[in-house]
């Protein structure tokens, strides 16, 4: 193993970064240089194109072919003289990953003639080929036509010679096969309903928009040395590994200096990522060691997705010219923190104003604790549906664990913001408010922007956070496409501010004032959904079980979590809300479902390999050295002293050939029950089964494997260890 991480080290530090020569330039230089944005278009697209193009989208209409045609022509222009030969429609099909056909330019006229020809009707639509896309029944396997279709709204970009193209994926019936066209539904929806409610204090607001700041997590490790365990290869996370004598407890690793190695990969990354337009921010040392973080400047919520997507994929790209390997699993390491993927929500306005910060006056802080309290109400009517979002088999083994948010939903606000509360609550009755109620209050809503940002500290244990402008979405998963999180969000919210609208017009009906109406709604709400929040320490067992008492759910796994997708209340919610039909909704559960047995289906079986194949003969390689060395030492002393000396090497004998038999007993049974379990047809029932019946032997697994690691000779153990993989 040694020899594989130096041989890897030196090639690494011995190469310099490519685009060397881009950094003697300021970023701003560059920045979207490789993006059709709205500079490139204004250059290349005629004039009334471009304005009627920025119309149309900022009234979400349709682009007609004559206008597309003008478009793909100046998009295949400028994408040629920037270096590409073919284009592609860039979607995001269910299976977690992005998707590509490549086409190229090069084209016949007028019989033989070879020209470039891009027109607008392969720029509105593709037809790949979606048979073998996951679709949970919405299609069968030989209907194979699914359409993508340009998204407007997120510019194209090129990327090693190919023009990408942002679509969303559609099957032939219209039903949604990718994560992109429920989200920009529900972006949509949250713009159509939200303006309604800012009309009550801002005529001005015409639009209204989520905004997203995706903090990435990821560790990277060598590349030799992951090529050598077949779990990292081809399950993206360690099944067995004993903790080394030094991992993260001393802390030194978080916002430490960045090392050489990773400093260089970190420098092409960003340089890379500017040119797409990516407003890569932040890079830092995360707490596990060989774990980083890079975050971004906030976006709209729809390209701040496609983004992190991209910037998942070029991580992947340059992390391999410098040797390493990207791990974006949620826990790839026992013992150490896993990585998340922190989903920095808020919601921005036409007029520049951030809904989810206080303002200078009551008037303007009643439209922000209009919001605040609106979204905190939706958690809590929908925190089920919340944790679904975020489910996942890697996600299950990082929730919870010490350094991530619990299972358990619960809001954080902060005690600033906890107290107003109360001051709501108590201080407005049913009845209508005097004149000096209503002063005292307003006075109290307009200290907020004086403290707020001071007063509302971070709660790193809670899975949804309020952080002075913004609500923090922690729980999410490192691995994951936060959009279906976001469409969640979008339309939970949408959902309850209609049913704010509705309870404020009664009101109003009944000659309640409309300030008065919206207090009154307000602290309804406020007392409907206080269960949901907590100022405490979520790592704790005393909150696991004032949750419990509280009626809060505590959805440990990902086949329990997922049930609620067939409920009748969000049934209701998606399809009144028109973000999805019940089909779809049931074809995502399956999906997911099916996606939970498989990574427990390989991970057994890669477990199983590497117990047999590289766990139990290096056992018994080291154990037959020691029957040498006990038999030698037989020949050598008398009775008395023969046991006397060869007490410690025969009982490192008898422990491993305890820790053999174990091991190669629960394969034996791992491999049997989960030969029952894959018989099982229903999707639920087999991810139950998976979760109940062949989890459990993980762990015991694990244990004896990690034992065996700590008794064998160091050059007989054939796995890279944690001491290897954890620090460059």
Known sequence: MKDLRLQSVLIATNREPKNQENQSDKPSKYFGANVFGKELMREFLPSDVYHKLTSLKERRLEV???TADQIASSMKAWAISKGATHYTHWFQPLNGATAEKHDAFLNYAEG???IEQFEGAQLIQQEPDASSFPSGGIRNTFEARGYSAWDPTSPAFVLDGTLCIPSIFIAYTGEALDFK?????????????????????????TRVYSTLGLEQEYFLIDEALHNARPDLLLTGRTLCGHMPAKSQQIEDH?????PDRVSLF??????EAWKLGIPAKTRHNEV????????PIFEESNLAIDHNLLIMILMQKIAKKHHFKVLFHEKPFSGVNGSGKHNNWSLATNTGKNLLSPGKTP???????TFFVNIIKAVHDHADLLRASIASA??????????????????FIGTTLSNIFKEIENKVSDRKMTPDEKTELKLNIGKIPQIILDNTDRNRTSPFAFTGNKFEFRAVGASANCAASNIVLNTILASQLIQFKDDVEKLMTKNFDKDEAIFQTLRKYIKASKKILFEGNGYSNEWAKEAEARGLSNLKNTPDALKIYLSEKTKNLFETQKIFTYRELLARQEIRLENYSKVIQIESRVLGDIAINHIIPAAIRYQNILIENVNGLRKMLNDDDFLMQTAFQRGIIKRISNHINTIDHNVHIMSLERKITNRIEDPQEKAAAYCRNILPFFDVLKYHVDKLEVLIDNKIWTLPKYRELLFL
């Open 64 to 66: 007609d072919v004559k």
């Open 112 to 114: 033989t003639l070879p």
């Open 181 to 205: 066209t429920p989200l920009l539904k529900s972006i949509n929806l949250i713009n159509d309903v939200a303006v309604d409610i800012c009309q009550y204090f801002d005529k001005n607001i």
């Open 254 to 258: 978080y916002f430490g200096a960045i």
């Open 266 to 271: 970190m420098k092409e990354l960003e340089i």
């Open 288 to 295: 596990a060691p060989n774990q980083f973080e890079l975050a």
């Open 363 to 369: 008037k303007n802080n009643l439209l922000f604790l």
């Open 394 to 411: 890697g996600n299950d083994h990082r929730l919870g664990a010490h350094e991530a948010p619990p299972a358990i939903i619960s809001v």
